[in-house]
Structures are given as structure tokens and as C-alpha cells.
């Protein structure tokens, strides 16, 4: 981001430039409250009509000791004029507490030069030489990488109003945050009383006191000021990270019953659920373990109450079989996976777009189902209402592919305006129209109406073998033939009611990129800042995996060139011994090459890390022939 | 109750339910399986608790025994191998109004179910437990089950199992939570009839432990059993299973055992002296899950609309 | 088939014509002995020289009441003057000692005009009307539908014999067979001695008197007779179906730990192990899941013992997890899962090859391995030999896929000269040489040397986490790209020592048959029948799924259409809904098309049954635009 | 032994082994956390045993407690969650020689690994089988685990659990031929490493209740224990754990208890009055499935040949 204008500012000798957008990062040991320092400086800048982006920084381990590199706690905060839909890049300025928790962070490209760090100088003169000797060397290092490193006696400030710094210095920051942005104090310390409302006024007070601080401690040391001008907003405003959205969304959707088994990162939608859920009179069961928790949810639903169970990669490999019974005996099922980096227990933390295919193909023999993906924090919420109503007139499993990208970025979404409609119906007892078979499959579409236990004149029994429209079990050559095709109809039902995706950019032209999922924000973020570089590109995202969006092959046959963006693993094209025959390519590329036959390229990376917009344009520049110092994409 | 037409509960009264009312068709396990004796007792158990046929919720696993839900008239869910209690706990949880009744086999409950198994024992939610112990995996033809006896020649272990068999009830009894666990044979239809039904009246995850014929593949098994009523304990307690008159005069060996009394339970469930029939051990004060997870089924739409914009207005700026 | 020529019998009046193959049946109620009668009557004809493939009939229901519809138990014996690879179409024979389970066979399109049924008589004669009335009644049906009925007193002849016709017409019928298809006697009394050996001289003698009395009753009262000559084999032959083959390639193998749960159609293998495993100095572990076995089996693995594990669709879906641990950490593993009817719990008796996607993409991640399928039971014996060797060459999983065709059918093979090289080689118990790292990966292969425990200084800590070289956990991002880059580069490299795949009948033409697994008997029989109507027609079939064998871009291009043909589900291409975009595909075209961008074209059937040459050849036809009766192919 | 070379026995009395030849690198837990204790007990035996590190196999699922193997110099795999069991049974079958060790949480073992913890002990391998008890899931940071205390509020169950705890011990107790159960606590470093001696030198598979502070998630849990030792019951005996004198003077309350008296281990598991700690249930004499799978691993390669050529012939024509 480069300035856009300057204007003089209230403090003094500094001038405050305007900008479009900044990039904020707040890091320290764990425990030292960044993270609440930047939830409470992004719903400040929220609040005054910017669009936000917070993400969690989280160390691997629980507690790791102070000062090491890996262990870095923290938070990114990126604000702008316009709505922010992803983490972007590099940021533009770091408080750090200690010098090592920045090793971990510029090893994952976080910073770069020209990034601004302010840095607690307490260290400089700390009794231990070691520890003197470690905060040189990084002071050289950092500046030799190009940061701009002002060293400040931020704690020791602190320590003038609470005895301990480690449980103030977050508030401070927050109130330097403030002035360095020309924040409006009063918001902050409303937002400050809001945050520690439950703690009692002391702590309210001691902690504006130190926001005050923090203020008067920037204006004076920090030699820098910024604007980030706020853009009109209509209406109200909800900030939530993509867990809490996909669990407002079960809410919403009326689905009372959630079982789960712990896992990372999908685990803290349950954890929001374990107080929401029976707040709106629901249950969430955490089973002995991921297989039972998708049959008792299986059960639930099979009793007519709609349910669902959430889970990330190794959970939904236990899954599998009980995903197979759903499909097969056409069980309505909302099953979400916020999936993290794989195979096998993998990156649990990290971000990776890498289960679409084993939510596809996972179950043996044919298994078709429903695959949507949202692609923002709003979509969390709003497809899991979809997911339950196609569960429900779909009759089977539909799963929900969400990301720890999502999962755990903050943003402000519009309130959602609860719809009736979006409450799963009452449970139906009445009594089984006569002579309704059990599976009395509508031949063109696959459809049909379920009895509920309870319905007098339904009863039937379900059965995960190949069975006849009436539920009894037959292995006779036609029923299995009959049972597969009528639950594959369902999906090309579907996809008549869909209609075709719109590509952002423009509507042909060079090169069309196409994604699924988090990567929504970064890749159309890159498309225009392509644009504006005067390149040829367009973009496409899908939100239905399976059945597919329909279109796809006329919009394809306007650009001369195709290629996915996905956080998944694709061979380099360039390698010795990969050829177009053996290359092993990004997961929805697989797909759209078989269903269209277009020559459709890929560009993906299994780096643990959401993809920025640069990235992703250098990426671009490098496919369409342009000059670029990495022909090898992501590999 | 939950949804159901105001005109429904009116209708009631006037069926009667009929042992044909169960009836799902012609059972097909071969003959002289212990299997049938068990549909009988349930389907008169129905009958004689008039449970409408729709209120049924007859849960199963796979294998033979696992097939019993199609030969009810009743909702039936025969799902996966060693899966039946997770889906039979997650109906139950918020569909009080059901009965549900499972049924699993020795490989389904002991092999392939054990995670469950000790869990659903645990949750005791409201439900009879039929495990249908015939020490051998029936459908997939003969190979060892964690009950098949030593010596036993198997498809899988031809010389026999390595290990001594584990018994049903007995491990069971060892799981935390457990409320309910009885022992009966199918061949003594009377005593089979009597336990279920003192499972069906306890609430709570009622286990039920059947030595089950299966003449196909472990034909013998049971035969000193048989020859030798001797060698079979008749637990007799007020609060056990009622032991109608011809069963205590089949058994010479009776104990009075009261099913409160854990350390007894334990120590009668061994096998190794003699086959204790009846029940073992109930806890009718034991905590049910179901207990908890129906929580908020009373809420109308409103209440529940008003507590999520409630939850929306937390997240609000 | 038809006639080729015909000759003098002995047989008195009778001429016995001479044919290039047979079908016949033998089917009763269970228990009867039908499949015993027909396995020593194949054994005789193998013997002899002809070329032979037996499969079982058997009923989905354990012990089904006596002359019912659905519980016909049986054999089919297929043989000819040739190699027979599969269980043909039309039965030629039936011998049925009842007629209510002609019913089920005539269903599954079993037998048709022409069909000759041997039909016990005594039925007709029975006390109770009803059964009069049915037998009267099938009689009636048979001939409508066009079959040739002889009705034959065959319970009453045993009778002079043994006092139960139940436990000795099998043998009766043998006799019968013998005569009828002009079979050295002594050759048939001789493999009686043997099959009955155990039970004592007085069993071996009676049921030679029922053999001969069967001949000599044959001789009297059946009218014609044929004769199937035989061909020259070279070298010893054995005789078993595919699950036994599969059990000898891991003796041969020298897998010693072999970790299973009982599934349909797998489970014959472990008990071919149960007793044969422990003979070779081998274990045979039943696990309480399929989880658990697993499990067992990659620990042993990692101990050092090259293991073995063996499921069916629903077991392979529990394995899931694990088997991605097993690519990601590099713990040589042979899965072999013997395919039955799918999805979920499915048709656990039938076939299908609708695991293919499931094995190749069903863990969550990016999980490269290694998947072969053998097309005959020979190759089920060399395929586990091999997979043995893979598995540790490339440090990883290796899947076989089989299915319950070849699981089940019985088919004479060369023996095979058991070579020392196929042994897992003794456990290396020496010093791991310093300074190498657990994942000493080849940049170029992604190949590494394996430590095992025992070996000093090779000590590591797997983990299913990602990881450096050195085994450590790493999160940063360019560890697991590095991981799931050399883990993907195995592949690339197996890929590079396999040679281009052979198309059978052209080397171009106008469509190209592409086959994988047990429909290769079927299919070759198909094309050359088509060959010789003039059509031109090639096949092609695939081992290697995984990689895919090498040239096919190259070969395709030879054809003016290609078509897969498959046992599992692709949508009919002409139903309304339908259309290129969104027809959802067979398995393997699925691959193809992504992989070469050819439009390949499939067809497909999931009715649990075998493919007969007839049906491929009508449905080739169909699709090269010939007269046909079925253009909607399968569906 | 299996394919040494023959030089190597006459290498080992040269090795010695101290505490530093065992130490993987830093532990990365939590300060104050309770798994240190038990890796420090675990490498002191090692030591004293001059285990070779090569020849240990330090087996764990996933949690907190399952990174164990990490901090070990030795073989170690850090397998899936819930799943060491069968992964440690696979190693034991066939390698003899390894020292097999089980690191598995409350989680891993209770919840999810459930069907493999009743099997394991079942199968009675010869191994040492830790289990974590923090009373919670530690690694996904703070969700009720089977153990977690009634009222002890988590991110699942804000509330507390909706049902009573799961003892460790006490279960694995009720599970087919167990042969091994102890209990200790990691704030006991005496008592933990006489504790895990006693379970490495049982020959079958030793099941070892550890409870372990969470100063994370669950600070509070073991307040009571810690600070009255009152609440502990110290069991003695010859053949149990060896309680070192200063041990004994720790805790006024010590039964002799007999670990052969499997009715006596029952009573004394239960935790409701004191928490027993020391050997709880020993049997000796328990089958073990590895003196089965071992079976065959001395036929040389021309034996297998001879054996593999026969199998060939049973299927000539
Ligand atoms: C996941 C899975 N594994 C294995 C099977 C095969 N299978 C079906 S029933 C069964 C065991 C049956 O034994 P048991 O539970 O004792 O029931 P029984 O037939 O004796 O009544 C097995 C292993 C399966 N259907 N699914
Ligand atoms: C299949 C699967 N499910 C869930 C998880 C997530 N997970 C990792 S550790 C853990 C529980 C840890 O608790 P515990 O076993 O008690 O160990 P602790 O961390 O307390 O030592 C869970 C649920 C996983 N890694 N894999
Ligand atoms: S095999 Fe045994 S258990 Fe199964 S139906 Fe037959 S007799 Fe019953
Ligand atoms: S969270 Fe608890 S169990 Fe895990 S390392 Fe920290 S203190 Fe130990
Ligand atoms: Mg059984
Ligand atoms: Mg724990």
C-alpha cells in the first residue's frame, strides 16, 4: 500500500499520512494479552466504519517459554477504507515485547522491509548478558532484513500505573494503536469498559488509565502518525470469526442437535456451542469419538430432528463409513469440516484446502452428495442454513468445507435478518400417506418424502444394504442398479435449480483463475490489483463442488487460459519426471479438468499459511509469461 | 408432545395392538436359531405393553442377529457394524417419546462396538440392550468372537482362540455408570420373556446379555448348559427378574440375589462355576444422559428465536 | 458358443457333438453338496486339459428354508478347449434338484433359450398338491422362457445307493456330468478317492458306486452328449480362486504378520491364513476392528516386519485414517481390499469396482500411494509379491485392489516357481550409519532409507505430524511442502521404470476398451468377438492405477473413441439432466480424462454381477452406433 | 536374536547407559506440568535397566501426554489418536526383543481408544501402558474428557459434565484378563518410579493410572489430594509396588493389600473414599497373545521355503 494523501494532524510535529489500509501485528510471549489488545483495537476501528480482518497468531505449543522464537502469541490486525476479506501480506507495523517472538514471524513472511516495528527496549538493559547479547544480535538482524526498529520503554510506562506489567501492557497498546492512528479515545475507552465490564470498575478504570497512557506515550515517542479513513457502512454490524458464524448458523438453522469430538481448528465452533446450543433449547454431544458422533447425530436425524457434526481432517476419515450410510440409506445430514493441513495428523493449526477429494471420493463404492464451501465469515453463517435445507430436500449428507483460514479471522458481517423459513420444520407426526413406499423416489429427480419415527402407517427400516424403493434389503441385479441411480439423480436435480457463477474482473479475456473457499478475499483482492497493472484476468469462485455450478464450460471458453488458486498440493509443472500425463494436480482443478476436458492449470501450496493477494498476482504474472523471479509457483 | 397434531393422543385409545401388529414378515435365520425366540419375546412384550408399532425404534448392527429389526413391524435402523449404540443414544436424545431397543451380537457389542459399548453404558440413556451372544461371528461364517470359548475351532483360529472367551454380562458390570445388567437364554423362553421385560420397565440403558443358540456354527456350545440344568444359577430377588413357577422348577440352583448389591453382581456374573440367569445388577438412581440432552424440547419457536437474536446481539459493534 | 464339429460316441445311440466350451450349473437347495460336485467335476475337466473357471453360487441368507426362490446354492463351471478367464453368460447345462431356485438364476439372467435344465422329477409326484402345483407351474415358466427341460428321477437312482439322496447326489451328478461330457472315468473315481480321503474307505467307496451310477443313468436317459476337447498345457498347474491366490502371494511374499476383521468377500483369505500363516512361521492377527488392524499391522511394519492387512469397502473407509499416517510417516503396508457391492454396507456378496477413488483419494490431505489391481487369480498371487516389494522400495502403503469375482472364482494357474528375491529380506538389525536422517529423501525420488528399531543410532520418533528429514515436527512452511513434495515425487519415480501397457487385439482402431481388475477375462473375450464380426475393436488394461502406467496419451491417440468399462457407477449419458458437464463417471475414466484431457466415454453397471463377453460386446456395439437393442447401455 | 549380526551381543557389555543417553531434546510442555515427572521416572528406569535406546519403542497417540516419545532418545511413533494400542500390540507381535512403552491421555485412552483399551488388556502383551490422567483434553485445549470431575466447568460443558467421572483404574480393572493395574500420581516422583518399575518387570501388559497436574486447564482438580495426603490410601504389600521408607512416612493411611485379591482391587479402586495408590491387581498367570504370535519367528528362511512349497501342493491338480 502506498500513501494516498497527507494530512496535518492534531499531534503536533508529526504529519499523519492518509492511507488506504494498514497492516497491524501485536506479538509476544503467550499470556502477555495480545490478542486482546488486537480484538479490542479492530472493534474500535470496526465501529468507526472500517473493514477489519483479525487473525489469531497461536504458538504450536500450550505454553511455550518466554522469548523463543517459535513461541510467538499475537495478533494481525488489517483495517482499510474498503472491506477487508483477507489477512493480506506484510504487515506495516509490529509492537513486539520482546525481540525473539519476531524470528517465527519473519520466517513465515510476515515481515519484510519497510515494516515498522516498535519494540520494547527493556531488554538492552537486562541483567542477564545473555539476554543483552540476544537483543543485539536481532536488533542488527532485524535491520539488516530491512525492518524499521524503534526501540521503546513501553513496560516500563506501563509499570507506572499497574504493578504488573504483563497483565497491562496489552491496554496500552491498544491506547498507542490509538493515537497512532488518530483514533477517537473515547470509542476506545467505551470499548475498554465493554471488555472488562465483568471484572468490576476497578479494572475498568486501571485499564483506561493505561489506554490513556499508551496515547500520551505515542504522541510523544512514536515519530509517525496514520490515517486510515473510514467507509460508510449500512446497517448493523456483527464481528465473528468463521467458527462462531457456522455456529450462529446452526442456530439459525434450527439444527438442535450438534455431535462432535474434539479436534483443531474446527473445535471452537463447539465450544460456542456448548453455551449457545442449549441457550436455544439444543444439545451438543461430545461423543467418545468421531464415528459416534456422526452416528448419534445420524440417529438424531434419522428421529427427525436435523443435526450436525463438525470435524477436521482425521475426523472425517473416521467418518467415512458413516457418511457412506447417510448417502446410502439417504439420511439428511449437516456434516461441517474446517479443514486444517494434511494428510494424516498433519499441520492441526494451519490452513489447507486439501479434503475436497475425500469428500467427494472418500466413501467406497458410489456415494454422491451434496459439497458446498462458503467463501467468507458471512457464508459460514449462511451455508449452513443452505446445508440443512438441501440435507433435508436433498435427503442425505451435505458437507460443508470450511478452512482454519476462516475459522479463525475475524471480520465484521452484516447482522442477518432471521428468516422463519430458515427453522427446520416442526417434527412432522402425522400420519404416512397409504401406499408412499418408504423410498418412493420421484424417477427424474431421485426425490422423495421421509417418514419419521412416530408417523403412523411409515414405519420402515432403514438399511445401509442395497435395497428396493420399499427399504427391504435385495441383492437382486436391478435394486443396487435402481438405488445408485436414483441417489446420483438427486445431484444433477440440484444442479438445474443452480445457476451459472458470475467471474469477477471481467467476463473474458487472458487468463481466468478460478478458487473455492477462504481464498475468495486474496484472489479477487490479486485479480484487481492484476487489472490495474493492465493484466488480462478474471476471476471465478465456486461455492458448489458437488453438483458443480452449471456455465462453467462457456465461461471457461472465453478466457485463453484457466488455472486454480487452492491451499492444496499440486506437482510443480516444471519437475523432472512430471509430465501433463503424471502430474499430480491441485484438488478442484482435478475436477473441472475431468468434467469439462479444458487444459485447466493450477497454482497451490501446502505452506500451512492462507495465500495473500501478492502471492497470488506474482503467481499469475509468472503463468501468463510475464517476468517474475519464481517460475516454480508455490513449489 | 413434540409436534405432534392436537388430535393425535385422542386417537389412542381405540387401537389394540396384536402380536401381528410386529409382525415384519418371515424371519429368515436358519432353522433352530435361538435368534427367533428372542423376535417373540420382544414382539410379546409390544403386545402386552401396547406400544403403538410406530413408537418403535428397533436399532441394529450387522450381522445375523442384527437383522431383527426387519422382521418387526416398527421403525427399524439397521445401520453399521458395531455402530448400533451411537445411532440408537443420538434417536433417543431428543425423542423421549420413543422406545428404543437394540440389538448387537458378541462381534458387534464386544469386538467392533467395544468403544461404544462402555460409553453407552456410561450415557444410560432410556433403551434395552439385546446382546445376542451366540460366541461366534454368524453372518460372516464362523470365525472367532471375543466369546467364543477356548477349543473351539474357528475359520480364522482352526486350532481354537489364543485367549479365554470374555463374558458379556461380566464386562459389562465393570463399566462406570452401567444401571442395568440381566443374563438370560434364549432356550428358556419363559426367563427370556421376564428379563426384557424387567429391562423394558427400567429406565435406563438396560443391558441384556442372551446366550443365543446358532446350531449353523457353534452347535455345541451350549450343550452341558442345556443337558444340565444344574449347571445354571436362577438369580430370584422381588426386585429381579419375575421367576414365573416353571422356571424355578426347572432349576434347582437359586440364589436370592438383590440387584443392588454390586460386589455380588460381580462376583456371580463369572462363569467359570456356574451360569447365573436373572438380574445381576441394577441402579435405577444411576445419572441418564437423556435426562440432560432433552433440555429445551418444551421451547417454542419464539422462545427460540428470541434467544438467537439474543446470541446475534453479543456479536454486535 | 456353437458347434464345431461332431462325433461317433461310444454311448450307444447317441451322437456327441463336439464344442470349443460349456457353462453348465449345478444348483439346489443349501446344503446339498452342488458345489462340492462342481469343483470336483472342474478339477477332472482341469485335469484333462481344458481350460476352467468354477464360481460359486451362493445364497445371501445363511441357511435360506429349502426350495426357495432367492436361496438357490450352487456352482457354474465354465470350461473349454482354451483358457477360461471368466464366468461366461448363458449356462449351456443345468442340473437343479429343485425347480424354485431356477427362479433366482433365471433373475440374475443366468440361463435363457437354449439353456438345457437336468430337472429333478420327484416333485412332481410329491404328497402335498402344493408343491405339485409349483413344480407344474415352473415347468410351465421354464419352457415359456425358452430353456429345455428334461425332468429326471435323479433322487430315486441314489437311493439304491445310500439311504440319504441328500449327501450323495452331489457325486451322482458328477457321474452324470462325466458321461455326458464323454470324461475318462478312472480319472473322476480317482479325484473322488482324494476329496473324500479323510472321511474313510467305506465314504470314498459309496460315493464312487453313486459316480458310476450317475454315468450309467446319464448314459441311459439323457439324449445328448457333448464333447469339450482339450488343450495342451504346459508345466504343473494349481487350482484356487483369488482369495487363495492373494493367501499364497503373502506366504510367497514372506508377509508374516498379517492383521485383519472378518468382512465379506475378504475373509476367505485369513482363513486360508488361519491356517496357513502359522505353517509358513507367520501370525494371523484377528483384531477387535478395522482400525485396530491396521494399526497392528503398520506397528509391525514399523518394527520391521512387512505386514499385511485385508478388508472390504466398509473396512477400507475405517482404515482411512490410518493409511494416510502410513503415506505421510512412510510405513511400508500392503492393504489388499477385496471389493464387494457398494456404496456402505451395499451387496457384501457381490461385485464391484467402486473402491478405486476411495483408496486414490479417500484420506484427507495430500496422500500419494501406490495402487495396483490384478486382472486374474494369477496375478492376485504375484500382485501381493510384488506390492510386498513396492511397499518398501517406496517407503509407503501399497493398495491391491481385488474384487468378489476373482475373490470367488476357481481357475486352474501355472504353478508359480517360487524365486528367493520375493522374501522380504531378514530384519536388518545392524548399526544405522551416522549422519543419515530418518527421511533421507532424494531430492530426485523423494526415495529415503528406512531405520528400524533395533538398529543402533537410527533411533527417530514417527509421527503423522508434518515433519523435516529429520523426523522432527515442524510447522513452518516450507517443511511440509517439502514432505508432501517428496512423498507426491515417489510416485513420478515409480512411474519412470514402467513400461507403456499393451492394447489386446489392435494397436489402433476405432475404439479402444480401457479395463482395470477382473474384467480383463471378460472384456478380451468381448473384442476378439468383435474382431471377428469385423468390428474394429482393441482393449487395453490397466495394473497400475497409481501411478498410471506410462503411454496412454499416445496409445488413446491411436483410437478414435476410447471407452472404459467398469463394475461400478457411472450415470447413463442420455438421460435428461444429463449432460457432459455434469454426467457423473466411472471411476477409472474419471482418472483417465483428468489425467490425458481425452474425452473417454464409460460404461458401466453396478448390478453386483460379473460382466459376461455378451454384454460388453452389446454395449460396444451400442456406443459405435450399431443396430442395438439397449443404447442406454447398463443403466 | 532375529537377524543380529553376530557381533552385536559381544557389543553390548561395552555400552553404558546414563540418564543423558535417553534424553531427547527439551520437553515442551507447560511449566509445572505433570508429564515431566514421569519422563524423568521413565529415563531413570531405562537407565537402571541399561535398556539400549534402540531397543526401546516409546509408542503414543495424540495429546499433550502423546509427545512423550519426542522427548525420549529412542524409537518412538507418535501415532493417530486413540490408536497407540494396536500400533504397540503390532510392534510387540513379532519383535520380542523391543521394550514396548505406552504414553496415552485420559482422552486418548478413555474416550476415543476405548475399544482398544479393553481389547489391549485383553490380549495382554508385554508392555507398559501409561495413562495420563489430567481429567481433560489437554492438547485441544480444555474439553471434557470421561475423567473430568463432576463441576469442573470446560469450553464443551461450560456447566460441568453431565455425568460422573470414569476411574482409570477401576475400568481397566473390569476388562477380560487384565493382569496388571496400578495407580500413581506424578506430584510422587518415589512412587511413580517404583510404581513403573513394578509394571516393566510384569511380563504381560501393565496398565499404570497416572494422575497428572494440569496447571493449564485444570489446576485445581488434585487441590484436595495434594494438600491433605490423608486422602491417599498407600498400598503395600511384598509383592506390590515398593514403597521406599521415606514414601511411607508421606502417608499415614497404608493397607497391605495383596495384589493376587482381585475382589479387594475392585473395592480398593473406587475413589469415592480415598485414592488408592500402588499395585492394585496383579495375575501373573494371565495368557498373553504374544507367547502365541511369537510362534514360528525361529523358522529359518529353507523352513519357510519347504513350508510355502508344501502350501503350493495342497492346490495341485
Ligand atoms: C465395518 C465392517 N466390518 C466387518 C463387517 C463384516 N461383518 C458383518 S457381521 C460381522 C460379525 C457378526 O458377528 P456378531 O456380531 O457376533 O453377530 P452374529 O452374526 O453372530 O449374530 C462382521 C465381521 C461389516 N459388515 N462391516
Ligand atoms: C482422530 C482425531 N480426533 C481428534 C483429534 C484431536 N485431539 C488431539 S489430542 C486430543 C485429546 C487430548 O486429550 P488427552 O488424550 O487426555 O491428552 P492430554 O492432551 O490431556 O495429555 C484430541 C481430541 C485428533 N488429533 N485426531
Ligand atoms: S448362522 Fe447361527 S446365528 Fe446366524 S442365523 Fe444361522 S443359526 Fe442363527
Ligand atoms: S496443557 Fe496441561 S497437560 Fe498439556 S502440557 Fe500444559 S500443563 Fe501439561
Ligand atoms: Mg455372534
Ligand atoms: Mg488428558
Redesign the pocket.
Known sequence: MTPTTTAPTPAGARTRTSVGERIVEIVSDSGEGAQKAGQTFGTVCAKLGNGVWTVEIIPAEIKPPARSRAGASGIRVRFASREVTNRGERADLVVAFNEQVLYGRIDSGAYGPGTVVLLESKWAEDPQEEIRALYAEALADLRRLGLEVFELPMERACLEVVPDARVGKNMFVVGMLCEIFGRDLDKALEEVATVFRRKGEKVVASNQELLRRGAAFAAEQVPFAWEVPAHAIEGERLVMNGNQALGLGILAAGIETVAMYPITPATSVSHYLGRALPAVGGFLHQAEDEIAAIGFAIGASWAGKTAATITSGPGLALKTEFLGLAVMAEVPLVLIDVQRGGPSTGLPTKVEQGDLLAALYGATGDAPKIVIAPATIEECFHFVVLARRLAEEFRGPVVVLTDANLATGVAPIPRPKLDPTWFAPPLDQGPWPEGVAPYDWDLATGLSPRAIPGQRGGEYVLTGLAHTRNAKVAYDPRSNQEGCEMRSRKLAALATTLVPPVPHGADSGELLVVGWGSTLGAIEEAVDDLRREGRSVASLHLRFLSPLEPGLAEIFARFEKVMTVEINYSDAPDLPGIGPENRRRAQLALLLRERLLVDVDCWSAVRGQPFGPGEIAEAVRARLGAASSDRRGAA | MFGLPADWSLEVPERYFTLESYDGGVA????????FAVLSAVQRICRDEQIPPEKLAMISGI???S?FPHYMHAYGFHGLHGRALPVACGVKARRPDLHVWVTT?DGDCCSIGAGHWLHAARYNMDMVVMV?D?S?Y??T??QTSPTTPLGVGTNTHPDGAFLPPLDVAQTTLGFPNVSFVARTVDWNPLHLAATLEAAYRHKGTSFVHIL???????PNVFDELRQNPDHTLLLTHPDGVAADEAVRRMYKNQLEHDPSDYGGAHRLADRREKLAIGLLYRNPSAPRLDSFSIRGLDLTREQRTAALERELDRFAV
Open positions: 429368515r435365520w436358519c432353522p433352530g436359531c435361538g435368534d450381522g445375523c442377529s437383522r451380537g445376542f451366540n461366534i454368524g453372518l461364517k464362523k443365543q443358540r446358532c446350531p449353523t456354527y457353534t
